[in-house]
């Protein structure tokens, strides 16, 4: 089945130890996005690629880099974790940006840093 | 930015009742969708529905967009129900998705 997958689930790093995480998706979409989501709140998004042409929230932290090597695979990078950090990171991918596209979410990677 | 108020925030269900979820959005938008977030954080998407209405088995949706609402419907309620239901919306201006702040819904056996 075609679907969006991320790795690891569960993610433990300490403080300030740069870590990486994956999102590849087999339905050959435009566009995959990267949100952080904190208990009991709504997603944010932090940044998306269309194709290979990245665009970061205002709001974004210098601290959250990613990366899309190719079509199928981006990953988020977070170069000096804090506690802050600690939270539910999803990713999604949309056919395009414009038009009636749906967002399919992969099932998260919950990320505690110590 | 487009403002999005989910009601009501929480809602608890014996199995079997049915229930009407709110979504109000403050602009006109060309995008809506409904998502469910199960208790392992997996969001689902549920309809695509900008506007009019959708039925998927015992779920549905409907849209007035001349009035900046969508309601979501569960009729027949499972304990599988359960979790957060997303309203998000984009408009012509902007392609990202804004997110509402989610109805915590839990269905008793």
């Known amino acids: 089945d075609a679907m969006v997958i991320q790795n690891p689930r569960y993610q433990v790093t300490q403080f300030g130890k740069p870590v990486t995480l994956s999102c590849s998706q087999t339905l050959n979409h435009n566009v995959m996005y990267w949100y952080q989501q904190k208990s009991s709140q709504a997603p944010k998004l932090l940044f998306h690629?269309?194709?290979?042409?990245?665009?970061n929230e205002a709001d974004t932290p210098d601290n959250f880099q990613s990366r899309r090597p190719n079509t199928s695979f981006c990953f988020l990078d977070i170069r000096s974790p804090g506690l802050g950090d600690a939270a539910m990171y999803l990713c999604?991918?949309?056919?395009?940006?414009?038009?009636?596209?749906?967002?399919?979410f992969g099932p998260g990677t919950r990320l505690l840093v110590l | 930015g487009i403002q999005v108020e989910q009601s009501p925030p929480d809602l608890i269900l014996q199995e079997g009742a049915n229930s009407t979820l709110r979504c109000n959005f403050s602009d006109s938008v060309n995008n809506l969708q409904w998502f469910h977030q199960n208790p392992w954080g997996q969001l689902i998407n549920l309809f695509y529905i900008p506007s009019g209405t959708k039925q998927n088995g015992r779920l549905s949706a409907t849209t007035v967009a001349t009035e900046r609402y969508s309601l979501l419907y569960i009729s027949s309620s499972q304990t599988t129900d359960s979790g957060v239901y997303f309203c998000a919306v984009a408009n012509g201006a902007n392609s990202k998705l804004t997110f509402g702040k989610g109805i915590t819904l839990s269905v008793r056996p």
């Open positions: 690629y269309y194709d290979k042409d990245f665009n």
């Open positions: 999604a991918t949309s056919r395009d940006l414009a038009g009636p596209w749906t967002q399919y």
